[in-house]
């Protein structure tokens, strides 16, 4: 679910802001490689400022920078796929992140299993799952609604052209 829902603004959106490049993820993959080439760089010094390569520098604050833009995407992702629009202060919104909260706290098995949490119900389960299926509905039911009222149209098309054929 929580897949299904980071991956529905991109697909059921009128439109969707793309992700940054580099991602976070890339960036913070290329810290470690840049700390390893300056082992001189002691990034737990108890001091107040504590000095840093340009290099690792540079990369920390497009880390930042990105991070950033990735929420700021995600929520106005969100807002235009559960209200249409930009209005990411919509009560729906709000509902929406609930359910993805959920969701991606039980993404990782082993994180829950460590905190002993235990398995939500069917029904809080069935509740969160329904906000989803809510947004998809609302969110394809004018697709649904144009398509119905195309069919009678479609069907004279086809009825002749196989009378003239």
Same mark, same amino acid.
């Given at each position: $679910?929580?897949?299904? $829902?980071?991956? *529905?603004? +991109?697909?059921?959106?009128?439109?969707?802001?793309?992700?940054? =490049? @580099?991602?976070?993820?890339?960036? $913070?993959?290329?810290? /470690?490689?840049? *700390?390893?080439?300056? /082992?001189?760089?002691?990034?737990?010094?108890?001091?107040? *400022?504590? @000095?840093? @390569?340009?290099?690792?520098?540079?990369?920390?604050?497009? &880390?930042?920078?990105?991070?950033?833009?990735?929420?700021?995407?995600?929520?106005?992702?969100? !807002?235009?796929?559960?209200?249409?629009?930009?209005?990411?202060?919509?009560?729906?919104?709000?509902?929406?992140?609930?359910?993805?909260?959920?969701? *991606?706290?039980?993404?990782?098995?082993?994180? =829950?299993?460590?905190? #002993?949490? /235990?398995? /939500?119900? =069917?029904? !809080? &389960? #069935? !509740?969160?799952?329904?906000?989803?299926?809510?947004?998809?509905?609302?969110?394809? +039911?004018?697709?649904?609604? =144009?398509?119905? +009222?195309?069919?009678?149209?479609?069907?004279?098309?086809?009825?002749?052209?196989?009378?003239? +054929?």
């Amino acid at each position: $679910m929580r897949e299904l $829902m980071s991956g *529905l603004p +991109a697909v059921m959106s009128d439109f969707a802001i793309p992700r940054p =490049n @580099p991602s976070s993820a890339s960036l $913070m993959k290329q810290l /470690p490689g840049l *700390l390893t080439a300056h /082992p001189d760089a002691d990034l737990g010094l108890d001091q107040d *400022l504590v @000095p840093v @390569p340009r290099a690792v520098a540079r990369v920390l604050a497009s &880390l930042v920078s990105a991070v950033t833009q990735e929420e700021g995407r995600n929520r106005a992702n969100t !807002a235009a796929l559960v209200t249409g629009e930009s209005d990411a202060d919509h009560p729906a919104i709000a509902q929406w992140l609930d359910a993805y909260q959920f969701f *991606l706290s039980w993404t990782h098995l082993d994180r =829950n299993h460590e905190q #002993q949490r /235990p398995l /939500p119900n =069917n029904e !809080a &389960l #069935q !509740a969160k799952i329904r906000v989803v299926e809510d947004v998809i509905e609302v969110r394809s +039911a004018l697709f649904f609604e =144009n398509l119905r +009222a195309i069919e009678d149209l479609l069907a004279e098309i086809n009825d002749f052209d196989e009378e003239s +054929a």
